[in-house]
């Protein structure tokens, strides 16, 4: 790894700010100087330190967002605030992404990292992870939407779901319910109520495999994920569901 690199990605700066360090001094690899950026270094091996300070380097991060409404699940965007936004630049350094989507007008629980790998046995079809929403519905939820969901439904394009888990938890004029599904379709939960004659006003989602949201999150807030909490995520999928 380029020690340019490996200095910005462990919050020295921005590569710009990271080579005027190094034309500096104050950069040492093993006792020995370096002043170029594109000097190779293996953060396993090589003892770096800046100013007298080892460098503690990490490859991935894991970030759990209570994402708000309004915010985009994306990197980027011209118009509109990213949930990259919203990250301290300490942890933007790393450059993390979405696991998924959450539409702009969906809160709840979003994972944010660098790990590709982690990230695709998550969003794999083949692995059938499941996601649990909250949800408000405009309009009286009743058995026979537990029966449809549990064979699934017709989607406006034509499209038949997998089963879902539907349990109501107030019903009435306005219902709330809890709905675990294991794929991951365009607007997938509310045309999923679209085709049982009823409307989503709130979406919240709070579980995604086994890592649930955090309550004590506020929306906007977010917090690194415990050690715990990546080993259970890597290691309920890294073999492929049945």
Same mark, same amino acid.
């Given at each position: 790894?380029?020690?340019?690199?490996?200095?910005?990605?462990?919050?020295?700066?921005?590569? @710009?700010?990271?080579?005027?360090?190094?034309?500096?001094?104050?950069?040492?690899?093993?006792?020995?100087? /370096?002043?170029?950026?594109?000097?190779?270094?293996?953060?396993?091996?090589?003892?770096?330190?800046?100013?007298?300070?080892?460098?503690?380097?990490?490859?991935?991060?894991?970030?759990?967002?209570?994402?708000?409404?309004?915010?985009?699940?994306?990197?980027?965007?011209?118009?509109?605030?990213?949930?990259?936004?919203?990250?301290?630049?300490?942890?933007?350094?790393?450059?993390?992404?979405?696991?998924?989507?959450?539409?702009?007008?969906?809160?709840?629980?979003?994972?944010?990292?660098?790990?590709?790998?982690?990230?695709?046995?998550?969003?794999?079809?083949?692995?059938?992870?499941?996601?649990?929403?909250?949800?408000?519905?405009?309009?009286?939820?009743?058995?026979?939407?537990?029966?449809?969901?549990?064979?699934?439904?017709?989607?406006?394009?034509?499209?038949?779901?997998?089963?879902?888990?539907?349990?109501?938890?107030?019903?009435? /004029?306005?219902?709330?319910?809890?709905?675990? /599904?294991?794929?991951? @379709?365009?607007?997938?939960?509310?045309?999923?109520?679209?085709?049982?004659?009823?409307?989503?006003?709130?979406?919240?989602?709070?579980?995604?495999?086994?890592?649930?949201?955090?309550?004590?999150?506020?929306?906007?807030?977010?917090?690194?994920?415990?050690?715990?909490?990546?080993?259970?995520?890597?290691?309920?999928?890294?073999?492929?569901?049945?």
């Amino acid at each position: 790894m380029r020690i340019d690199k490996l200095l910005a990605n462990t919050g020295y700066g921005s590569r @710009k700010e990271v080579k005027k360090l190094l034309k500096s001094g104050a950069v040492i690899v093993n006792e020995t100087v /370096i002043k170029d950026a594109k000097e190779h270094v293996d953060p396993e091996r090589d003892m770096v330190t800046v100013n007298g300070t080892p460098v503690e380097y990490r490859e991935f991060i894991y970030l759990m967002m209570n994402k708000p409404q309004s915010v985009l699940s994306a990197t980027e965007d011209s118009h509109q605030e990213t949930v990259i936004d919203i990250l301290e630049p300490e942890d933007a350094v790393f450059e993390p992404f979405p696991v998924g989507r959450l539409d702009k007008d969906t809160v709840g629980l979003l994972l944010l990292t660098n790990d590709g790998q982690l990230s695709h046995q998550l969003l794999s079809p083949k692995k059938h992870v499941p996601k649990t929403y909250f949800a408000v519905i405009d309009g009286e939820v009743g058995d026979e939407d537990i029966i449809a969901f549990e064979n699934g439904v017709t989607l406006d394009d034509g499209y038949e779901t997998k089963p879902g888990v539907l349990k109501i938890l107030k019903s009435g /004029i306005r219902s709330d319910i809890e709905l675990t /599904i294991t794929e991951g @379709k365009f607007h997938q939960v509310k045309r999923m109520f679209e085709a049982v004659g009823k409307r989503v006003v709130y979406l919240k989602r709070i579980s995604m495999g086994s890592l649930e949201l955090d309550e004590e999150l506020e929306l906007g807030q977010y917090r690194e994920l415990t050690d715990e909490e990546v080993n259970d995520l890597k290691s309920g999928y890294t073999k492929e569901k049945k």
